[in-house]
């Protein structure tokens, strides 16, 4: 009786033994899955910018079309403004965070705000 309490223990001290190796590999797949959704969730946001930035161009393009094309800073600059006016800042706003006056902020979403409105009205008119 002595020696099947002895097998008993010993038997399940080696599987204590075992399972505390497989717990320590889950961890380590635990940590790697962690690292790998934080690594894809970077790559989404990297990527959401750039689908905005060929958006907003997009868009530029469309309205300068014929004209001559404009300086990269001022391209940045519009690009920025669209941004933040797509977001739904006011204009006083985008002035604050662009260091722009009002007027100008306006007068450079014009001709965006036009379309916009356009769009609209012929999707309510279907």
């Given at each position: 009786?002595m020696?099947?309490a002895l097998?008993?223990?010993?038997a399940a001290?080696?599987?204590?033994?075992?399972?505390?190796?497989i717990?320590k590999?889950?961890?380590?797949?635990?940590s790697?899955?962690?690292?790998?959704?934080?690594?894809?969730?970077d790559?989404?946001?990297?990527l959401q910018?750039?689908?905005?930035?060929i958006?907003i161009?997009?868009?530029?393009?469309?309205q300068?079309?014929?004209?001559?094309?404009?300086?990269s800073?001022?391209?940045n600059m519009?690009r920025?403004?669209?941004?933040l006016?797509?977001?739904g800042y006011s204009?006083e706003?985008?002035a604050?965070?662009?260091?722009?006056p009002?007027e100008?902020?306006?007068?450079?979403?014009?001709?965006?705000?036009?379309?916009t409105?356009?769009?609209r009205n012929v999707?309510?008119?279907?």
């Amino acid at each position: 009786m002595m020696e099947w309490a002895l097998i008993i223990l010993f038997a399940a001290a080696v599987l204590l033994f075992i399972l505390s190796f497989i717990k320590k590999d889950s961890v380590k797949v635990d940590s790697q899955l962690e690292q790998i959704a934080s690594t894809f969730g970077d790559e989404m946001n990297v990527l959401q910018e750039k689908i905005r930035n060929i958006e907003i161009d997009a868009e530029i393009t469309v309205q300068e079309a014929g004209i001559l094309a404009m300086s990269s800073e001022k391209r940045n600059m519009l690009r920025e403004v669209l941004d933040l006016h797509k977001r739904g800042y006011s204009f006083e706003s985008i002035a604050l965070k662009t260091k722009q006056p009002e007027e100008e902020i306006e007068r450079m979403l014009t001709p965006y705000m036009k379309t916009t409105n356009e769009r609209r009205n012929v999707a309510n008119d279907i």
